[in-house]
């Protein structure tokens, strides 16, 4: 199964453009790329998705790398209730579960 | 609005104590998931069920079993619960992971076994 590995943790300031790094060398070539967090005392919640292209949604951007080894999540305008822990994730082989790593811990300040 | 519930928030019980966490989702979903979640050791599946009557073992299936009868409810059981079993249980659905799809977490069941 495809691993992936992120910063423990990262700072920004409230109103900056957080961006949120993940590499995924062992990715296969069928498998996306989740991006999922988690507010404290909460179950995880869905940000976005990908495989190939670029993706935007109304909560963040998802930048991939041409030979998707790597993926950065973009949340534009961070505010305080960013602060979370940010997974990114790569299904397993069988695309039947998400393999969850440590995540980011990224913590907004103003 | 989707849902996936899990039965208990806060839950305590003795050491040798059977333990059901039920879990219920409303979106007709084939998947069904249970992690737990350690500090410093992230989410780890437990097991997880593709139909109603089917499951696989995660990464860390020891100490547990799980029940899926019907399909929009799925069970962890612990059949013996031991302290090392203290964690924030969470219960996950999805259409399908291999489609394009995303999966709904529950709230979490926070198990202390004492």
Same mark, same amino acid.
């Given at each position: 199964?495809?691993?992936t #590995?992120?910063p423990?943790s990262?700072?920004?300031a409230e109103?900056?453009?957080? @961006?949120?790094?993940c590499?995924?060398s062992t990715i296969?070539?069928n498998?996306?790329?989740y ?5 404290h005392s909460?179950?995880?919640q869905y940000?976005?998705?990908?495989l &190939? @292209? @670029? ?8 930048i991939?790398t041409?030979?998707? &080894?790597?993926? #950065?999540l973009i ?5 305080l209730?960013? #602060?979370?822990?940010?997974?990114c994730i ?6 039947t579960?998400?393999?969850?790593? &440590?995540g980011? #811990?990224?913590s907004v300040s103003? | ?5 899990q039965?208990?928030?806060?839950l305590?019980k003795?050491?040798?104590?059977k333990v059901f966490?039920e879990?219920v989702?409303d979106?007709?979903h084939?998947?069904?998931?249970w992690y737990?979640q350690?500090p410093?050791?992230?989410l +780890?599946?437990?097991?997880f ?6 499951k696989?073992?995660?990464d ?9 009868e ?8 612990l059949?013996? $619960?031991s302290t ?5 249980y969470?219960? $996950? ?9 995303e $999966?709904?977490?529950g709230?979490g069941? +926070?198990?202390t076994?004492?």
């Amino acid at each position: 199964d495809a691993k992936t #590995t992120q910063p423990t943790s990262m700072d920004c300031a409230e109103g900056r453009a957080a @961006n949120l790094p993940c590499n995924h060398s062992t990715i296969s070539g069928n498998e996306y790329v989740y991006w999922y967090r988690q507010i404290h005392s909460q179950g995880p919640q869905y940000i976005i998705h990908g495989l &190939k @292209n @670029n993706e935007t949604n109304e909560m963040a951007s998802l930048i991939i790398t041409e030979d998707r &080894k790597s993926s #950065t999540l973009i949340l534009p305008h961070a505010t305080l209730r960013d #602060t979370a822990v940010y997974y990114c994730i790569v299904p397993n082989q069988a695309g039947t579960a998400l393999i969850f790593g &440590k995540g980011t #811990t990224l913590s907004v300040s103003s | 609005d989707v849902k996936v519930t899990q039965s208990s928030r806060y839950l305590v019980k003795r050491t040798g104590e059977k333990v059901f966490l039920e879990c219920v989702q409303d979106m007709d979903h084939e998947n069904m998931f249970w992690y737990r979640q350690d500090p410093g050791l992230g989410l +780890r599946l437990i097991y997880f069920s593709y139909d109603v009557k089917m499951k696989e073992k995660g990464d860390i299936p020891e100490g547990y079993s799980v029940s899926r009868e019907k399909k929009e409810r799925f069970s962890l059981i612990l059949e013996s $619960a031991s302290t090392n079993q203290t964690s924030m249980y969470l219960c $996950a659905s999805s259409l399908d992971l291999g489609l394009n799809t995303e $999966a709904f977490f529950g709230q979490g069941t +926070r198990l202390t076994v004492v």
